[in-house]
Structures are given as structure tokens and as C-alpha cells.
């Protein structure tokens, strides 16, 4: 199956500043790079993904950037907000084993302060 | 249109009891997943449904643990016997037609407490 490792595991930026988590895998035929959002007392929300055929995806002030040479991507928020305070997972989708089901990362507690 | 729904919202329960966790996925959505999360374990796969097809069982952790899905839309997650260690929340995603590429949402979750 695939193995996942998420650093850092907290990360504290004052309001404005950039964050950066970086999510490494195993899979090389994975093929499928979500991040997910997981406020205190609800579900993992998708903020964004990308997928092989690309290496950087943007979306306001996420990006989400892929390098499958070396098996990791990574998780870009630009002018953090109170509000992006959360969890954040990767969940990279590996082929072998089955490519349903998501593989989490150990989650990057991210606290946005002001 | 409505996300996933599930309930109960929290159940707290003793040691030995059996337990029943429900999911209601979006409509339409053919796969159905369920995951728990445990502090310091994260996030684990637990099992898979897609259609009318055998269910992906392999992330059970053990035979206490089993998991219907009626009808291609509601599911129903039991817990035999339950013990400390299955104290969780226990999430229930869905997404359209279950290929590998395909956004999964999540559901609120059922916060387990076994005492």
C-alpha cells in the first residue's frame, strides 16, 4: 500500500504570511494529489487537487504543486487568513492495492494567528 | 443539493455493547466509504462499496466490524462487542461513480465514546 509521511506536523504564521506543507509518498504510479481541510468537529473538506498530467495547480491563494520524480507535493497558501486555521491532510491516490480508497497523511494542524 | 449526512452525531456507549453508525451519501453517488479517526492513528480506511459489486473489506480491523449498504444508498456501520480502543470518529465519504480520480466528500462524522 502506499505510504504517506505529511511534515511539518503544526505550523504557526502570523496573518499574512505564507504556509507551506509538504506531503511525501511511496506509490509511483500514483496518479491523483487531493488536499483536505478538516475544521474542529467536522469532515475532511477538499480544498484542492491536481492530478498527473501537471505540476502546479492554483486556486486564489492555493496552489498545490506536484513533483512525481521525486514522490512529493505540496500545499501553498499565500496570505493566510484567521480563518485557514484547521487541519490539513494529503491523501495521495496510489494504483497498487486499489485506488479507491484514500491513504491519508498524518495531518498538519495549521494556526493562523494574528 | 445535501452532502453526506450521518448519525448519530455522538454515541456513548459501554464496553460490550454493539453499536449502529449510519450514512446517508449524496444522492446519486454510487461509492460509498468509510474511514475512522482515532487520535495519534489519523485518518484509516475502513471499507468500500461501488455498485453491485463485493465490497472492499480490507481495511476492517477486526470481525467485530461489519458494514451493509442497502439498496445502493444508505449504510450502516456495526460494531460487535465494542471495546476502548474503538473509541473514534467515524467518517462516511461518497463520491460519483468511485474512480480513482474522483473528489470524496465527507460526511460530519460519528464521534464514538466507549466507556
Known amino acids: 500500500g502506499e505510504n504517506v509521511e505529511q511534515h511539518p506536523s503544526t505550523l504557526s504564521v502570523q496573518e499574512g504570511d505564507s504556509a507551506v506543507i509538504k506531503c511525501t509518498y511511496s506509490?509511483?504510479?500514483?496518479?491523483?494529489f487531493p488536499w483536505y481541510k478538516q475544521e474542529l468537529g467536522k469532515g475532511p473538506q477538499l480544498i484542492i487537487d491536481?492530478?498527473?498530467?501537471?505540476g502546479e495547480k492554483k486556486d486564489q491563494r492555493i496552489a498545490v504543486t506536484l513533483n512525481k520524480t521525486a514522490k512529493h507535493f505540496s500545499l501553498h497558501i499565500t496570505e493566510t487568513q484567521p480563518e485557514d486555521s484547521a487541519v490539513y491532510f494529503c491523501?495521495?491516490?496510489?494504483?497498487?492495492?486499489?485506488?479507491?480508497?484514500?491513504?491519508f497523511g498524518t495531518g498538519t494542524q495549521l494556526k493562523v494567528e494574528l | 443539493g445535501a452532502g453526506v449526512s450521518q448519525s448519530p452525531s455522538n454515541k456513548v456507549t459501554e464496553k460490550g455493547k454493539d453499536v449502529e453508525l449510519r450514512c446517508d451519501p449524496i444522492?446519486?453517488?454510487?461509492?460509498l466509504y468509510w474511514y475512522r479517526q482515532s487520535l495519534g492513528q489519523g485518518l484509516e480506511f475502513l471499507i468500500y462499496?461501488?455498485?453491485?459489486?463485493?465490497?472492499?473489506k480490507s481495511g476492517l480491523p477486526s470481525d467485530r466490524f461489519s458494514a451493509e449498504r442497502t439498496g445502493g444508498s444508505v449504510s450502516t456501520l456495526t460494531i460487535q462487542r465494542t471495546q476502548q480502543e474503538d473509541s473514534a470518529v467515524y467518517l462516511c465519504?461518497?463520491?460519483?461513480?468511485?474512480?480513482?480520480?474522483?473528489?470524496?466528500?465527507f460526511g460530519p462524522g460519528t464521534r464514538l465514546l466507549v466507556l
Open positions: 465519504a461518497s463520491s460519483l461513480n468511485g474512480g480513482s480520480q474522483e473528489t470524496q466528500y
Open positions: 506509490d509511483s504510479a500514483s496518479n491523483y
Open positions: 491536481i492530478r498527473s498530467n501537471v
Open positions: 491523501a495521495p491516490r496510489g494504483v497498487t492495492g486499489g485506488g479507491n480508497k484514500l491513504t
Open positions: 444522492s446519486g453517488h454510487t461509492a
Open positions: 462499496f461501488q455498485g453491485n459489486s463485493a465490497p472492499d
